[in-house]
């Protein structure tokens, strides 16, 4: 996914509508209703099976693989249904996503997630007991399951699951746990979201008028190119946290409460630590956690750099936290109806990326003219449609989809070319089991920001106006200060506030306080003030699928500028280097992946210090294009 990019419109360009007829053909459709069928058959087969585990697991710990063969079967076959079952759900959800975000207004896609979101907690409930007898079940029962031919793909989750066979808790508790778990902590998430989606803020806009509009519309004034706009949108953004302080607190409160709780609980044989588990879904040690954070240490002078130069181009002496998604100031003399470039037409931007990937190689450039003969491009320009970018993949067909709005800048440009990413890395992934396909979030980004680093490499090669060169650069000193700054500030925040939650709820202006030295800490002087209310209006902190979903992003990206740095010097082994690195995401702890396809070992700083150098040569490049 990707969220921060600037938005400027050319009149009456945009992109192809995609084709979905080969997954579904709607709603009422034969294919659909009969996934939809065989789902919730699968669902009373399973809760059979399952039961019959879940009645071992008292013994679990004990269990003897050459005399259980009749409970190795059960097992073996509750996870292929599992399997298929879910692929089936993933794919109906899929379909339904895509068709709510097309169309915002459509009811029926909101119905059927509902439903469709209700039997994938019954699924998660029901696989609630393989998955603990799984975890608990000494070394040779699992080695016993792996080793049928149809099981053998699950062994790295499963593997993955048994490190935390010491942090179990009783069946019983467990499912407790699940069952209380959505009133009482992913309900919190609700609320945020609910929240957020009814405030109002009022903007001023650059013609001097006030409008009133959603967070979502005054964020995307964020990204706008009219500076007193900007800092308006800010503004009133602010004052509807502060509005809305008791609110924000109580969420952040009750979903950090609760983890630490929980966390509490399962620290009966060893202590379980608050980022532990965000470690363990980024698939990192925490070594390798230290180390990235050390060398974002070393980078911060860097990050601070970029920000001063950005102040400078807009003539100010500092930015203003309103300023920090701001787009290049020549790009504002276009918006404003100045001297620029138009917009670059779908068709001359999408052949742009096929001669970005086929540089890489050829297979990655036919793969972009397959992805639009096949019509798996949304790029149309409609009311009531989502805003922002995605790429989504079918489950059953393996297809991928790539979702997004175009209207012919160079950001949805580079957002194309990073969405395509993700799908060619699908692409790549499509013969593997789809239990080996789910890679982590430090891996998510590598092959977007590639693909998006391969473009701007072509772009900056070939442009010819300064302004486009200058937005170019201006979008690498942004990243640059967002990677090597901002993101370490949210992760400081986060610490900060597990640490003083241990005794207890904070109020709302300790969760200020909280923010305004973690802003001190990475911003120091560059901005002209701290966003105090950041806690309240970032989302990444109120998720509760995931805690600390911030490193993560830091990580992918200088991951990725060491990826892509490797294209100079292993020149034509390159791609099938890439391509093996792409299909072991999914199976591989990702120092073990970087050790074996880049050589590198990721726990120690030399490989993210090379990163950084390529981040310091690009502000470098951005510094020199000011001046010249
Ligand atoms: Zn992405």
Redesign the pocket.
Known sequence: ???DNTTQASAGIQGPAWDLSAEYQSFEAVGFLADWKAVETALEVLAGRGARIGQRIPDAATLNASTETELLQDCRHFAVELEQVSTLLSNLMVYVNCMASTDGFNSQAKQLKGRLDTLGSQLGALSASYELLMKLAPQDFYDAFCAFDDTAAFRFALGQIRKLKDLALPLEVEKTLSTMSPAGFTAWGNLYNNLTGTIRCTVQQPDGKESVMGLAGASAVLKQADRPARESAWRAINAQMAGNQEAFAAILNSLSGWRLAEYKQRSHTRKLHFLDSALFQSRISQTTLETLLAVLAEGRELGRHALRLQAGAYGCERLGPWDILAPAPQASAAADGGESTNGIPFDQGLELVRRAYAAVDPAMGDFVSSMQAKRRIEGRVLDGKRPG???TGFTKSRNRYVFTTYKGSLSELSTLS??L??AYHGEVMRSLPLAESRYPMTL??TA??FAEAALGDLLAAEATDKSALLELAWADAQDAAVFLVNIPARFAFEKSLYEARENGPLPADRMCSLMTSAWQEWYGDALSEYDSYYWASKLHFAMPGVSFYNFPYSFGYLFSLGVFARRASLGDGFHQAYVSLLRDTGRMEVEELAQKHLGVDISRPDFWRESLGIVRQKVERFEALLKG
């Open positions: 996914m990707k969220t970018a995605y790429c990073h969405e990413g993700h998510a980004e977007s920001t």
